[in-house]
């Protein structure tokens, strides 16, 4: 037996994985990683795969960086936890500093959450408590797009829009208010996302007009529906929605867990509109990868509405027992130093210029892509039945589930969602690195399809 083969028999004796039918896992276990160096991760036999997917979008200078290694070391070595209710400590307190200076203008409060998920419950509760203790107490719904995701938990769950993840679980979710999102590839108003008015935002707009006193706050996924497929749309979807937010005292909450921190191009999504939201989540990016912490980041007016004498009742009683972690903080901090030293947005413009030339050389004349869309270091293509109609494959037949089988396989992590298959590589991903990724997703389709 491999020595894979044996971790493997053990894996499965007491592991339940994420997101998986593991009954699948009988045909195909689970890949054994011994460790892992800039974009690519080894198994236990040696063969090495590179990440274009940044290990579920996390991971942004590479595995095993030297800095953030280091990073974490001395933190580990100072102090690894310690309560953060009444108590703080330097790497919070630089960490809040440096992510206030890059966000968009406005944000000035950091409240800490330990996953993107728990990350979104926090906004959702602040706003919610927030549109209370200013009197408007009718303000209780939410407003979210077709096809969102905001993570796992039963509020995230709630507000999230893909059926795949909450269909069982509706009796348990809140009642959300639920516009239909831009569907740029197939856009019923027949436009372009590079120069439309996202006359879609009329959908928005209408269940706004009608029940604004009941709204707290709209969450959205800004410029990329990322779990939905990276659904790219245009900013004037953002700017519209600012506007309306404005107009009827409704939280407009960015959850940039995904596209934050460089991967639409711009340090936050957000900016590709120029707008500023009232809550922005983030986590992911937020340290490289390397450890579970996530940030509500709120203007003064949201953090003011909760400041008073403990008996008035405004305090904000949420609490996770790793809030603030120090190594998360840590290397969170590192994150934002390596931003600046390396000019990381800088750089990532040129390598998303490379994304898209060697996408174009190697998927676009390919019989079933029916899409190719990039924004910044996102890059998707769509596989459709036929290019002229559009139609896109049966969810059973599960295509792109096929076509991750042959590519890792092949050497390449892609973990198509549905039929999108997406590239999303750690920044440190070189031209030959690149070329290899999509080189071994034509491969892998065409395989696929000429079987
Ligand atoms: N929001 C968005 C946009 C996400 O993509 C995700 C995770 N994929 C989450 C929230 C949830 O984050 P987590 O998995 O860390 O709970």
């Known amino acids: 037996m491999s020595n894979m083969k044996s971790y493997q028999e053990r894996d499965k004796k007491h592991i339940w994985h994420p997101c998986s039918q593991m009954k699948d896992y009988e045909t195909f276990p689970p890949i054994v990683i011994k460790q892992g160096k800039g974009v690519f991760l080894e198994d236990m036999d040696g063969k090495k795969y590179l990440d274009a997917i940044s290990s579920w979008w996390v991971n942004l200078f590479g595995h095993s960086n030297q800095r953030i290694n280091d990073a974490l070391y001395k933190q580990a070595n100072?102090?690894?936890?310690?309560?953060?209710?009444?108590f703080t400590h330097e790497a919070a307190i630089e960490l809040a500093e440096g992510i206030i200076n890059v966000s968009p203008k406005g944000l000035n409060k950091v409240f800490f959450g330990d996953n993107g998920s728990s990350a979104v419950e926090i906004a959702l509760?602040?706003?919610?408590?927030?549109?209370?203790?200013?009197?408007?107490?009718r303000k209780t719904?939410?407003?979210a797009l077709t096809d969102a995701y905001h993570g796992e938990t039963i509020g995230a769950l709630s507000v999230g829009g893909v059926d795949l993840y909450s269909n069982i679980y509706k009796p348990l979710l809140m009642e959300v208010i639920r516009p239909t999102a831009p569907d740029c590839f197939r856009c019923p108003y027949g436009k372009e996302r590079k120069n439309c008015d996202a006359q879609c935002f009329e959908a928005m707009e209408k269940v706004v007009l009608?029940?604004?006193?009941?709204?707290?706050?709209?969450?959205?996924?800004?410029?990329?529906?990322?779990?939905?497929?990276?659904k790219i749309y245009s900013a004037n979807y953002l700017k519209k929605l600012r506007k309306l937010c404005d107009a009827y005292d409704i939280n407009l909450i960015a959850d940039e867990i995904a596209v934050g921190f460089?991967?639409?191009?711009?340090?936050?999504?957000?900016?590709?509109?120029?707008?500023?939201?009232?809550i922005m989540c983030v986590s992911k990016g937020l340290t490289a990868g390397y450890l579970p912490l996530s940030l509500a980041i709120m203007t003064d007016k949201i953090y003011n509405a909760f400041y008073d004498d403990y008996p008035t009742m405004k305090a904000f009683l949420?609490?996770?027992s790793y809030s603030g972690n120090p190594l998360g903080c840590a290397v969170a901090l590192e994150t934002?130093?390596?931003?600046?030293?390396?000019?990381?947005?800088n750089q990532n413009k040129i390598k998303s210029k490379i994304i898209k030339e060697k996408a174009e050389e190697r998927i676009l004349d390919l019989p079933n892509v029916g899409e190719f869309r990039q924004l910044g270091m996102i890059a998707a293509i769509e596989l459709v039945k036929d290019?002229?109609?559009?139609?896109?494959?049966?969810?059973q037949k599960r295509v792109g589930y096929q076509i991750y089988k042959i590519a890792v396989e092949k050497g390449v992590i892609l973990r198509p969602l549905g039929n999108v298959i997406y590239f999303m590589p750690p920044y440190v991903i070189n031209e030959k690195e690149i070329k290899f990724m999509f080189q071994i997703a034509r491969e892998s389709i065409t395989m696929y399809f000429d079987r």
Not at 210 to 230: F, S
Not at 262 to 278: K, L, Q, V, W, Y
């Open 210 to 230: 009608k029940q604004h006193n009941e709204i707290t706050a709209i969450i959205i996924e800004p410029m990329v529906q990322a779990a939905a497929g990276m």
């Open 387 to 395: 290019k002229t109609t559009k139609e896109g494959f049966d969810w």
């Open 336 to 345: 934002l130093k390596i931003f600046e030293d390396e000019q990381i947005i």
């Open 318 to 320: 949420h609490s996770h």
């Open 262 to 278: 460089g991967r639409t191009g711009e340090m936050f999504a957000c900016n590709h509109a120029n707008i500023s939201p009232d």
């Open 141 to 143: 719904k939410f407003v």
């Open 125 to 137: 509760k602040l706003s919610f408590q927030y549109h209370q203790q200013m009197g408007k107490n």
């Open 78 to 86: 100072k102090l690894e936890h310690v309560i953060f209710a009444n």
